[in-house]
């Protein structure tokens, strides 16, 4: 099997149709021989920053000089990408033989896997042939019935910032999605919480508590202002000082303050991470599509906010590090997310908008997208293709203006590619 013939496999399989629980992935990693037993992991669920927290963990852990994996999602622009190990995405032939193996055992199952259980069941085969001394798995969707829940007690179990999102699946209250993210808190376990929502927090406590499992609340006094900049971030966060992240954006201090204190509570179990790695680490860190500049004349930033929670943390960033200006938006937003909220921390900073439809089948209709923007006084126009919005986008900015595109990570990675040529 090709890595495109995998892909295509992968994507057959769907998840609309099944009832979501951990019966079918448990099922099939018995047939494979339970891989993720042999392995030891930090899991990181959340509604915004988990993927960013993911990232400073591998990178720290990288240049500490442990085997890391890394698994993710969704990938920007290639499938691979969800599957790393020491920042390099799994090869297509690796990708294709172990696909090959876990259809071979998902066609012996009662009922067919779904494709992020076939994604982490691959994953898992690949990290434990690379021989990772440590897994960064990142959930899919919620926590308590994810795929990546099938996991055993992991090093540290990680709670990143809270928000409503996927409220058909995982609640339509604050307490009810803390909730189903607390499933991933396993009974003698630790668990670190980057804290912020009173209601979630109470919910970890009271789960923590219940399991009894060891709870480390993020502890923003250490936190120093962060210096913000469109390269990263400069800051403090004792006793370590004079910190650099290769991340913009205002919340990226705080998700790299959550990963050191999971680095700390590592440490405190025999993981040999100096302070050295963690700046190292911390300055080299990537994590594309995430208040990302690309190109300066007009400048450019992609960010794929993707809810009302990731939307106004763009927005903050880009009222912080471009104060006083206003960009051409480059907007792609899908049709089961909070539409209008999340358009209105943007209308202050917007002249005009161009419209993409993201590459979902859940995308929300462009001319829609127009008219909701239109109503609430921002010039719109649809563009038929990802070339023609960006191009469109840009000569409407023109040299010395900015465009900021967001609204989906599907989206981003559609335009990211063509700003890269």
Request: proline letters at 6%; aromatic letters at 4%; charged letters at 20%.
């Amino acid at each position: 099997m090709t890595g495109q013939e995998a892909q295509a496999y992968i994507w057959s399989l769907g998840w609309e149709r099944h009832v979501p629980g951990l019966t079918r992935i448990r099922a099939l990693m018995e047939r494979l021989g339970n891989p993720q037993k042999r392995l030891r992991f930090l899991h990181v669920a959340g509604t915004n920053g988990k993927g960013s927290v993911c990232a400073c963990l591998a990178s720290v852990l990288t240049a500490a000089g442990y085997r890391v994996g890394l698994n993710t999602s969704p990938h920007l622009e290639r499938f691979h990408e969800r599957i790393q190990v020491d920042g390099v995405p799994i090869p297509d032939e690796a990708l294709g033989r172990l696909t090959e193996e876990v259809q071979k055992a998902a066609e012996r199952m009662p009922e067919a896997p779904t494709e992020f259980e076939v994604i982490t069941a691959i994953a898992f085969l690949y990290f434990l042939q690379e021989k990772c001394q440590i897994v960064i798995l990142e959930t899919g969707l919620g926590g308590a019935l994810d795929a990546s829940n099938v996991i055993d007690t992991p090093d540290a179990a990680v709670l990143t910032a809270m928000g409503i999102d996927h409220g058909a699946i995982l609640g339509r209250t604050q307490k009810e999605i803390a909730q189903a993210k607390a499933g991933i808190i396993k009974p003698g376990g630790t668990v670190v919480s980057m804290g912020g929502c009173q209601e979630a927090d109470a919910v970890f406590r009271t789960v923590c508590r219940e399991r009894g499992a060891e709870l480390i609340e993020l502890d923003r006094s250490r936190l120093s202002r962060p210096e913000l900049s469109l390269e990263g971030s400069r800051f403090s966060f004792s006793p370590y000082t004079d910190l650099r992240i290769s991340l913009a954006g205002c919340c990226q201090a705080v998700n790299a303050a959550t990963a050191i204190t999971t680095l700390e509570a590592l440490g405190r179990k025999g993981w040999r991470i100096s302070s050295e790695a963690l700046r190292k680490g911390l300055s080299s860190v990537r994590w594309p599509g995430r208040f990302e500049v690309l190109g300066r004349n007009p400048t450019v930033i992609l960010d794929g906010a993707h809810n009302p929670q990731g939307i106004a943390a763009a927005a903050e960033s880009f009222r912080t590090l471009c104060p006083g200006r206003k960009a051409v938006l480059l907007l792609g937003i899908l049709a089961d997310k909070a539409a209008e909220e999340m358009l209105d921390p943007l209308i202050p900073l917007a002249s005009k908008a161009v419209v993409l439809r993201p590459e979902s089948p859940r995308a929300l209709d462009p001319l829609t997208l127009c008219d909701l923007l239109k109503a609430r006084g921002i010039p719109a126009k649809p563009a038929v293709t990802p070339e023609e919005g960006v191009q469109e986008a840009l000569r409407e900015a023109g040299p010395g203006g900015m465009v900021l595109c967001l609204g989906s990570l599907y989206l981003v990675g559609q335009v990211r590619p063509l700003l890269l040529c």
